[in-house]
Each structure stands twice: as structure tokens, then as C-alpha cells.
């Protein structure tokens, strides 16, 4: 078994990595469970400064760092450099609020003194996706080290190359060794390392297929996960938006990182009394995206990471065309060479269509029409997921009443969808269990104990 690293906007390999074996697998996790007790006894301001020291890596290596995450998964070189700058902050953030979240929590009681103490757990196993190689590790990782665990990274085999690289970076932060290590291994490997008696919890950001497979082994081990997968996000936009700047926000929303994230906007809910304006605005826009090299800051539309994803993608818009759909734009692959496909459009989807019921992981936007509002917020809670969605209003008191009736981890009013350091993130339904970020990311992975003292 390898790991292979290939360029999907020209389908060329770069690199191969074969896959650990057994005995190097269990020498690292020795390695790094030995170093997680002293980690973990360090002052939380002794972490902080190798956490801001990770930070400065980042800006520093920025350029780098960023070629490599296009050259490896295809996005954009722009949001490649702005991933990395993610990453940065969000060190930062737990480099300075670490000590406030951990702090011991004092509780009044039938004890002359009780307190609550946050104590770290051990060693995490983070499993990451390839879509953002770099911000998908630091979110999880940069809490969980600040907590006292140590962690070892089993990333998404096409991005090995990047997996290695935040181990290096890791290393020159200056960070005690061991205390962060990047496993190259493969999915079937990652089932025995998280019943491995060395690994303490484990995080997970995939999809729903494997949410259950490690839920499951990870619940036989009785070990703590956390869960995020996928979404199938509904961007509504009610009758008195602003439909101008709407569509224009809706054009990233769908589009940047190609379309590739659990919570870009998917489902594009709209009342009749807007919708022919809003599809006729949102399709000049998409029409206008230009295709090319993803390293040239022109370009507007990247490949997909992999020319599978890509077909996938494709069967899943054929297939709801048949169902009826309608196609306004797109619908097709670009070219011979690389993963590239079409910024397309469907109008007229309805629920048991693949473009309503599946989450569908590229540039693809459907078009649900409604009535009204309340039929907005009935369809767009009839899916399995509950990630992300945004509400779209002028008025922004009925947007805060919509959004606390979307089932979801997070609703953005008037707003793209986005991960925030300060604010908790994750979903619920087949999205997953859990919440990384802010304080409530910080305490997934800690011993919340109970200290009572007479």
C-alpha cells in the first residue's frame, strides 16, 4: 500500500509514499505517548509560546506552504495563502485564551472548597480530510496541545506531502519532540490505531460513512470522539432580500474551494416571488468564473482534488436530471486533463433528487423553489444533515426567528458560512457530534473533574 501525491490540475503524480509498517507505526505512538506526560506538565504559558511560535511558522512559510497545498489538492492559490493565514489565527487564539478556558472552575458546595479542573486526556488521534489540509488539523490540534495532549495526525492519503509538512512545521515552532507526529498510514491502519490502548480520543472530519466506522470502533474501545461529516447546507433567501448583493455573496458561498467543504452553501432555497431574478443574477455571475491554472490569482474556477470526485460528482448531476431538474448552466466536465468540471446550476430540484438528498461535493448549486417562508424552513430541514446553513433578509429580526428553526450546528444571518476560532463549530443529525473551536473545542478532549475538598 502508498500514498500518492498527485497534481489534479495536470493528473501527474509528484510523489509516492509507501505505507508504514506495523513496527513503525508502534514506535511513534511510544514515542509520543512517553512525551505526553511531560507536555502535559508544562505551565499553559510555556505551551503558549510554542503555539505562537507555530503561528509565526505559518506567516513565515506562507508562500511555501501554500504552493504546496494547490499543488497537492487543487484550490486556489489565493485560498491556499488565506488557509494558512487561517491557521496562524487560530494558534494565536488558543495561544492566548488557553489559560481562561482551563482555568479551575470553582463551584459552591456542601465542601469547604469544590472546583472543577480541566485535565488533559492523553494522546489524540486526528483523522483530516484533504479539502483543507492545513486549517483542518490546526482547529482540532491547537486546542487539544494547549490542553496538555499530545497528538498524532492520520491524514487523507492524496495529501501526504502536506501531512508531512505540518509535522515539519511543528518541529521548527520549536515544540518538544514527539509531542506532534504525522502517521503514513492507510485507512485500514487508522481502524488499529485508534483501538490502540495509547490512543485516548479521536477526531474525525470525513464523511458519514467513515463517522460511523470510527464511532463504532472507537465506542467498542469506549473512547471520546469527535465527529464532523458532512452537510448539505441551505443557503434560504426570503422575499425581501437584497438580491444584488445576495447573489453576489452566494457565488463564493458555492464556488470557493470549488464547491469542496461540509459547509458550503449547497441547497439554494428560494421564495418564487425572487427566484427568477435571483437565478437569472446568479448565472451572469457563474458564467463570468474563469477556468485555469490555480496558481494564477485570474483564475477563478480550480480542479477538483481528484478526477474520482469529480465523476462522482458528475454521475450525481446526470442522475438528477433525470429526475427532472433543470439545467441552467454547466452540468459538464472541462477538458482532458486534470479534474476540472463546469460551475453548474440546476433549477427546479425537489426532494428525492441526488442534488437534494446527497451532499454534493463540488461546484454544483440547486435550486429549490418554495412559496414561502415556512416552507423554506420545511425543506430546509428534510435532510439528513444539520452543519451549516445562512438566511438571507433584510430584516434581520426575521432572520434570527428563521434561523433558530434550521436544524443545524451554526445559521449565519445575512452571512457566508464560516468557521471561527471564537465561536463553537460543528453539527448535529448525520453531520456529526461534537463541537471544535472556541472554549467549548478546548473541553472536548480534557478530564473534566470534580475536586472536593473539606
Known sequence: MSLQSTNPATGQTIQTFPAWQTEEIDTVLNLVDAAQTDWAKLDIAQRSVHMRNLAQIFRQHRDEYA??????????????????????????????????????????????????????????????????????????????????????????????????????????????????????????????????????????????????????????????????????????????????????????????????????????????????????????????LHRGDPKNDATDIAPMARTDLRDELHRQVERSLTSGAKLVTGGSILGTKGAYYAPTILDQVRPGMPAFDEELFGPVAAIVRVKNEQDAIQLANQTPFGLGASVWTQDVTRGQTVARQIHAGCTFVNGIVKSDPRLPFGGVKDSGYGRELSYHGIREFVNIKTVWVK
Open 67 to 288: 504552493n504546496l497545498i494547490t499543488e497537492e489538492m487543487g484550490k486556489l492559490l489565493k485560498e491556499a495563502r488565506a488557509e494558512v493565514e487561517k491557521c496562524a489565527i487560530g494558534c494565536e487564539y488558543y495561544a492566548d485564551h488557553a489559560k481562561a478556558f482551563l482555568a479551575d472552575e470553582a463551584i459552591a458546595s456542601d465542601a469547604a472548597r469544590s472546583f472543577v479542573a480541566y485535565q488533559p486526556l492523553g494522546t489524540l488521534f486526528c483523522i483530516m480530510p484533504w479539502n483543507f489540509p492545513f486549517w483542518q488539523l490546526i482547529r482540532a490540534a491547537a486546542p487539544a496541545m494547549m490542553a496538555g495532549n499530545t497528538v498524532v495526525l492520520k491524514h487523507a492519503s492524496n495529501v501526504p506531502r502536506c501531512a508531512l509538512a505540518l509535522e515539519d512545521a511543528f518541529r521548527k515552532a520549536g515544540f518538544p519532540a514527539n509531542t506532534f507526529r504525522t502517521l503514513m498510514i492507510t485507512a485500514t491502519q487508522a481502524e488499529t490505531v485508534i483501538a490502540d490502548k495509547r490512543i485516548a480520543a479521536i477526531t474525525l472530519t470525513g464523511s458519514c460513512a467513515a463517522g460511523q466506522k470510527v464511532a463504532a470502533i472507537a465506542a467498542q474501545h469506549l473512547k471520546k470522539c469527535v465527529l464532523e461529516l458532512g452537510g448539505s447546507d441551505p443557503f434560504i433567501v426570503l422575499d425581501d432580500a437584497d438580491i444584488e448583493s445576495t447573489v453576489k455573496q452566494a457565488v463564493t458561498a458555492r464556488f470557493q474551494n470549488m464547491g469542496q467543504s461540509c459547509i458550503a452553501a449547497k441547497r439554494f432555497i428560494l421564495v418564487d416571488a425572487i427566484a427568477d431574478l435571483f437565478i437569472g443574477q446568479f448565472k451572469k455571475h457563474v458564467d463570468h
